[in-house]
């Protein structure tokens, strides 16, 4: 039986992570450590809320006190807590230099001096940078080329994690994802925000020309990689994962038809400022430990798209009232 820490617990892939791990390893106890910032939802928890193996703690990693009442007793700590969407990083960068860089310097110290048996820490594939069409995707030994603010942020805790495993011995292991998709997943983000603004009757506001790459992964194949590495993977390594490869116009098209709405529905808007313009994965590594994932994106795009049918409960309240994050309205340099 272990203890665990979940910071970030209320966001998409941490509350995901928690229904998760408490349905695979019933006899653990989960706590999660949530600011509650705009992206931070309990009612993505609701079901479990009497679950005695669950607490929640609502505090700011960036807050060593919060962080040490949070800390006690836990075996393994799980960081998602973090500043998260690229169009903000891109408006406003201070908010993601001081969770994602200084919260998890919070959380290093902390876990060091409570001598944790594991340090896991969620990062992205947007630290190594961008790849051209025919670049072959990344691995665990690509350099670090972040290029947004939120990817440098990303890159610079993940720089943190690594030198306390050099420095200290702190037993760290991180995991470099995809863009993940699946139930919880904040209306801001590319595939959530398409479903429910069709849903909602508006159009689909696809920046550039739509030709951009993601790496997607379905938000349950992320937890099951998450829990491989937790169990068998090495301490002090890195391991990427990754997911299926798709053009944002395929991704558009198919949210489109499985809507029943034609292509009148697409509203072209400017593009991101400094827009990677392809992420790609290799996971032979993660693989290799025994890792599989169990859905293809068409798959996960399936049972995405049903789920937010069926819980209109839970993203109308988050929709209404919120101004859309319109990062073509920041000017670059000498515009
Ligand atoms: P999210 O934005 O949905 O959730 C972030 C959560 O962290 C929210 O619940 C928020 O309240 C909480 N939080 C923010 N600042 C905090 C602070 N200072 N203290 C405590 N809690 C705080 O994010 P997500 O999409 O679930 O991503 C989780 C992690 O995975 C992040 O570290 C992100 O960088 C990484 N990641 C995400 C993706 C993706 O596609 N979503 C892909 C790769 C990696
Ligand atoms: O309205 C939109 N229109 C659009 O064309 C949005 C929100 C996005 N896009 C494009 C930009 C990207 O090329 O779709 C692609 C995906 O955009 P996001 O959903 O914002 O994700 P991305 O910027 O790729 O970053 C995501 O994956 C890596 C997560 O938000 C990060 O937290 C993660 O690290």
């Known amino acids: 039986m272990s203890k ?38 309990l009612e993505s ?105 939120y990817a440098a942020s990303k890159a610079a805790s993940d720089l943190l994690v690594i030198s306390y495993y050099r420095t200290y011995k702190l037993p760290i292991t991180i995991t470099n994802c995809g863009n993940n998709f699946g ?35 379905f938000v349950l194949d992320d937890c099951s990689s998450i829990e491989t590495v937790l169990l068998h993977g090495q301490v002090g390594e890195t391991y990427c994962i990754g997911g299926d490869q798709q053009r944002n116009i395929e991704v558009t098209r198919k949210i489109l038809k499985a809507l029943g709405k034609d292509e009148s529905w697409i509203e072209r808007v400017a593009d991101r400022l400094g827009h990677d313009f392809r992420y790609a994965l290799d996971d032979t590594k993660l693989q290799n430990l025994g890792w599989k994932p169990e859905f293809n994106f068409d798959q996960g795009l399936d049972e995405t798209i049903k789920w937010y049918k069926e819980n209109e409960w839970w993203w109308r309240p988050l929709k209404q009232g919120r101004p859309n994050v319109d990062a073509s309205a920041q000017k670059s340099y000498g515009q």
């Open 4 to 41: 665990l820490l979940v910071t970030g617990g209320a966001g998409f892939i941490g509350s995901n992570f928690i229904h998760y791990w408490l349905r695979t390893h019933p006899g653990d106890q989960v706590v999660n450590l949530d600011a509650l910032t705009y992206a931070g939802h």
């Open 45 to 149: 928890l609701k079901d479990i809320e009497g679950n005695p193996n669950y607490t929640f703690i609502k505090g700011d990693i960036t807050d060593a006190a919060d962080v040490e009442k949070a800390m006690a007793g836990v075996d393994m700590v799980v960081n998602f807590a973090a500043e998260s969407h690229v169009d903000r990083s891109i408006m406003d960068p201070s908010p993601f230099i001081n969770t994602n860089v200084m919260g998890t310097g919070v959380l290093l110290a902390t876990a060091l001096k409570h001598e944790v048996k594991r340090f896991h820490h969620i990062s992205t594939d947007e630290t190594y940078g961008q790849l051209g069409l025919n670049d072959p995707p990344f691995t665990e030994n690509t350099p670090y080329r972040p290029r947004s603010p």
């Open 183 to 217: 139930p919880y997943q904040d209306p801001e983000k590319l595939i959530p925000r398409f479903i429910t603004n069709l849903l909602e009757g508006q159009k689909v506001p696809l920046m550039g020309q739509g030709e951009n790459i993601r790496d997607w992964i």
